[in-house]
């Protein structure tokens, strides 16, 4: 059977592109399938600036911090990861003679989500609604469509915004996309690459790495902040949904994905052993 590897690449700086992209080129050379899901916080930011638009977050009630999406920023994360950011990652790839298709989650409905109606933010130790927020929660990937483009011999790039059933854009979190891409294809592998060596037991601590970090409801054996946190809830999703393999890897390195597939950065594994069964 042909191994299927969902690769996410953060937004950070120090995560170069072409570095990824060869990467995974060496990859398929080798008989795997290739999924590439990309966020892009750091273009979107830049946007922002240039364009005016306030940056804001929003720190939910379990202490994630989220991007503030109103109508205007919905527009910047729109432009950028569509306009620059998956443009980048779909040049590497061609330079690398891997023929890429660049798709956001609304292209011929690829993933579905539902808007949150209200989100929950704490400001100054007060709970407040927001109302204004085009976030969503994934509900469905099109699988055969991915399929498809594999079967024809590509690697889909894929990135937020997502759609909703009524043909509006949300932003959903990419991290949790490529989870769900990796669980909707039966992935045998998702590998969520990100400026760190993996997750550390201590956040301000790099030797802290951890081989193994076990992972149970949220719960975790590791102090994780931000955005590892969420990387955190997306890979007990797609282990939940029966991935196999979920490596949270350091993206900085010349050959990331092989490196993560050898072992370094951080597996993640269910602490009960809850897993959905394959069939």
């Known amino acids: 059977m042909t191994e299927l590897t969902v690769v996410k690449c953060g937004g950070h700086t120090a995560v170069e ?3 990824v992209c060869r990467d995974l080129a060496r990859l398929r050379s080798t008989g795997h399938r290739v999924v590439l899901v990309h966020g892009g916080s750091v273009d979107i930011d830049r946007f922002a600036d240039r364009l005016g638009v306030p940056r804001r977050r929003l ?9 503030h999406t109103d109508e205007d920023m919905l527009e910047v994360v729109q432009l950028a990861l569509g306009g620059v950011v998956k443009p980048r990652f779909v040049s590497e790839l061609a ?13 011929a409905g690829l993933v579905l989500a539902r808007r949150k109606s209200a989100t929950r933010t704490v400001v100054d130790g007060r709970v407040l609604v927001v109302r204004d927020n ?16 594999l079967a024809s011999d590509l ?5 937020p915004p997502a759609i909703t059933e009524d043909g509006a854009a949300v932003n959903v979190d ?21 400026a760190a060596r993996g997750v550390y037991r201590d956040p301000h601590d790099e030797e802290s790495v951890l081989p193994v970090c076990h992972v149970d409801n949220g719960a975790v054996d590791a102090d994780v ?7 955190i809830h997306a890979g007990e999703q797609a282990l939940r949904a029966g991935v196999p393999r979920v490596v949270v ?17 951080t597996t993640l594994k269910m602490a009960s052993g809850d897993v959905r069964r394959r069939g």
């Open 95 to 107: 330079k690398a003679s891997v023929p890429a298709a660049g798709l956001t989650g609304m292209d």
């Open 225 to 231: 902040q931000g955005g590892m946190a969420v990387k």
């Open 249 to 265: 890897a350091d993206g900085r390195l010349e050959r990331p994905v092989r490196a993560a597939m050898e072992g370094r950065g």
């Open 155 to 159: 690697v889909p790039v894929l990135s």
């Open 134 to 149: 085009h976030a969503g929660l994934i509900e469905r990937v099109n699988a055969r469509l991915l399929r498809r483009l």
């Open 59 to 67: 720190r939910t009630t379990n202490g994630t911090v989220v991007r």
């Open 174 to 194: 990419a991290d949790r996309m490529a989870a769900a891409v990796a669980s909707a294809l039966s992935a045998t592998s998702l590998i969520m690459l990100t």
């Open 17 to 19: 592109p072409g570095a």
